[in-house]
């Protein structure tokens, strides 16, 4: 039986951050599976935005 994958709604990167939580089970089912519906590139497309909104002076290398 298939089960269905809740809707991915993002409304801006702040709404991404505060579901983040919930959304990072999900990419790492992607990553095992390797399976992507239309919800998941959803989840990608924001975590792509995420990502390039990083720069060098906001990661802390820990020694």
């Known amino acids: 039986m298939s089960e269905k994958k809740a809707q991915v709604v ?6 991404f951050y505060r ?3 919930e959304l990072r089970e999900r ?9 992507m ?9 924001w ?6 909104m990083v720069g060098p002076n906001d990661i802390i290398r820990e020694k």
């Open 47 to 52: 975590m792509i935005k995420m990502v390039d």
């Open 10 to 15: 993002i409304a801006d990167v702040v709404d």
């Open 37 to 45: 519906a239309q919800e998941d590139a959803e989840l990608l497309h």
């Open 19 to 21: 579901q983040w939580p």
């Open 27 to 35: 990419a790492e089912q992607l990553v095992e599976t390797r399976e």
